[in-house]
């Protein structure tokens, strides 16, 4: 356990010296990959994704991925710490870009995959590095699902201090164009496009889904960008909004699409960017919930966004860190998460029938 523990904290110390923010991780994919080489995990790579098997492969055992992201955020400003200097403070802190959202998770879950790739489990193992995460890449993930085996159930390393996320919020990003008729500003002409996108922001704001979800509540709907008009002389004849859309297991993308285009009416064009970052979640009565209620862990229902969404099997999210402190500024990890992180994911893994 404190080899595992040293090598995890060495590692994610390293990790963070390199900066990789999404679309830009080959280095820090370079280093795990060398890193699992020394330690004989035998890895294989697509672009900047990185992961091993377990030995001895059966293709009649229940496959479990563990997973987690390499990639970070852009420096925020306001860092009064190097974000790449990986400071440890006497206070037993690492401060650095990544090091809570989520390199804790990376290296505690390649700790947990040396340990029980040791021993014969009852399951096939996988380890896997993505890339591009925070920017829902197509580069991530979702490439490198149809080059493994088929999964039955997955991990997720993410920052939400040990408890298990067992239920995850899905991201519709809509492009509205609002219409109006162009007019002289000084005259009684025209149709306002500003004027009739207030009135359909306050539909989408107040639009009915129907019964929330029991785990996730209801979706919620946020417009967050708004552009409109050439010059101040002009009545605009066009008003474009960005909305963003947090939906549940109760109502897929494509349900909340549909509902939210009735409400925005006929002088609203409403245009998905996706519908592939859907709700996603595991079963309450699933082995690995069950456990996790065992060693005292409280389940719930998470609004942000991970690489679950693009998971097509049932998955939790649990990891290191808090989420309050991912995308700030003097982000930071406390090196005795990392330690219990490992413990708790070997205490809940080691021999279970899944």
Not at 81 to 90: C, G, I, S, W
Not at 180 to 195: C, M, T
Not at 305 to 329: E, N, W, Y
């Amino acid at each position: 356990m404190d080899e595992l523990y040293y090598d995890a904290v060495d590692l994610l110390k390293r990790m963070i010296r390199i900066p990789s923010p999404s679309r830009e991780e080959q280095e820090v994919a370079d280093l795990l990959e060398r890193q699992m080489n020394e330690w004989g995990l035998e890895p294989v790579r697509n672009c900047n994704n990185v992961w091993c098997v377990s030995q001895g492969f059966d293709s009649q055992r229940t496959t479990l991925l563990l997973n987690s992201h390499i990639d970070t955020v852009k420096a925020a400003d306001g860092w009064t710490f190097d974000p790449y200097a990986a400071t440890e403070t006497d206070d037993e802190r690492i401060y650095g870009l990544g090091s809570n959202d989520a390199g804790a998770s990376v290296v505690s879950l390649l700790a947990t995959f040396r340990y029980l790739a040791c021993a014969d489990q009852p399951y096939n193992l996988i380890f896997l590095a993505s890339c591009e995460e925070e920017v829902s890449g197509k580069g991530g993930i979702e490439a490198v699902l149809p080059l493994l085996p088929p999964i039955d159930v997955a991990i997720v390393g993410e920052p939400t201090a040990m408890q298990p996320a067992i239920a995850e919020k899905g991201l519709m990003v809509l492009d509205g164009t609002v219409t109006g008729v162009a007019g002289h500003a000084a005259r009684d002409e025209g149709e306002n496009a500003i004027y009739n996108a207030i009135d359909v922001i306050n539909a989408l704001r107040t639009v009915d889904f129907g019964q929330p979800s029991p785990m996730l509540g209801g979706v919620k709907v946020s417009v967050t960008q708004i552009e409109a008009g050439r010059q101040h002389n002009v009545v605009p004849d066009r008003c474009k909004i960005v909305v963003d859309v947090r939906t549940t297991d109760a109502c897929s993308n494509a349900e909340a699409l549909e509902i939210l285009k009735n409400a925005a009416g006929d002088k609203c064009q409403l245009v998905p960017r996706s519908l592939r970052l859907n709700p996603s979640g595991i079963d309450p009565s699933h082995p690995l919930v069950r456990r996790l209620e065992i060693l005292g862990k409280e389940a719930f229902g998470s609004p942000t966004l991970s690489d679950q969404a693009l998971m097509p099997f049932p998955s939790l999210k649990i990891g290191p860190g808090d989420s309050a402190r991912s995308h700030t500024a003097d982000e930071y990890i406390e090196i005795w998460e990392i330690r219990d992180a490992i413990q708790t994911y070997i205490t809940l893994l080691d021999g279970c029938r899944l």
